[in-house]
């Protein structure tokens, strides 16, 4: 099976930085992806990680370590269109994404 | 950069209806799609896998005979909810995948609401 943890809700103030963390354990593993999704809207795709390291792309980054099943999304310079819910998912074996719960994230001024 | 189609965006049903959902990848051939459903402040959960040409394969606790799934083509799936009721009301939401990519590219989602 698959278990996929994120904190629910994260508050941060314009213009900081939130890391948001999840934790995975499953069965087979291809990689692991950080979607955003607005309210009533399907998830838009930030990162893909399938190696270790960290992959910077402009204000957002992705860690992933496979020995440890642990995954973080890096949101910089926060504005306020990035209050969405941030989604860890992972892709194994058979093509399919298993979710986590999502992370809440509201940026206040 | 791959484009996925969903239609309708919204639709409201009487109990006992039944109402069809189409997923279509505008730009690629989708050799699988995904369907799944998502509850208001939840995750999307994985309803089901549609390979075309062949049937769907649902995950545990989904009824394939009240959600069925047809890909018919390499660009379109359709899910229709039979006799929805109440408790099917949710977001729907589709996503595609090229052969050799894992990445899913996914649908805007139809919210459905079932009076």
């Known amino acids: 099976g698959q278990n996929i943890d994120q904190p629910t809700e994260m508050t941060a103030t314009e213009g900081a930085i939130v890391q948001i963390n999840c934790t995975y354990q499953t069965s087979g593993f291809n990689g692991l992806f950080w979607y955003q999704q607005h309210a009533g809207e399907a998830p838009t795709f930030l990162s893909y990680n399938v190696l270790d390291g960290l992959e910077e792309k402009g204000r ?26 941030y989604l860890c998912a992972v892709i194994s074996n058979d093509y399919k ?10 940026v206040r001024a | 950069g791959a484009v996925v189609s969903q239609h309708p965006s919204r639709v409201i049903c009487k109990s006992g209806t039944s ?16 369907w799944y459903r998502q509850f208001p ?10 390979n075309e040409g062949s049937k769907a394969t649902y995950e545990q606790g989904v009824e394939k005979d009240k ?3 047809n890909h018919a083509s390499l660009t379109l799936s359709t899910l229709t909810v039979t006799s929805a009721h109440p408790e099917d ?15 899913q590219y996914f649908g805007p989602g139809t919210r459905l609401t079932v009076t």
């Open chain 1, 60 to 85: 957002f980054s992705s860690f992933l370590s496979r020995s440890k099943g642990y995954s973080y999304l890096l949101l910089k310079e926060l504005q306020m269109k990035d209050s969405a819910s």
């Open chain 1, 97 to 106: 994404l298993s979710f986590g719960a999502g992370t809440t994230v509201t």
């Open chain 2, 19 to 34: 109402v069809k959902i189409e997923c279509r990848s505008l730009d690629f051939q989708a050799t699988t799609m995904f």
């Open chain 2, 41 to 50: 402040k939840k995750s999307l959960m994985l309803m089901a896998t549609s």
């Open chain 2, 67 to 69: 959600f069925l799934i």
């Open chain 2, 89 to 103: 009301s949710s977001f729907y939401i589709c996503s595609a995948r090229e052969t050799r990519d894992y990445e």
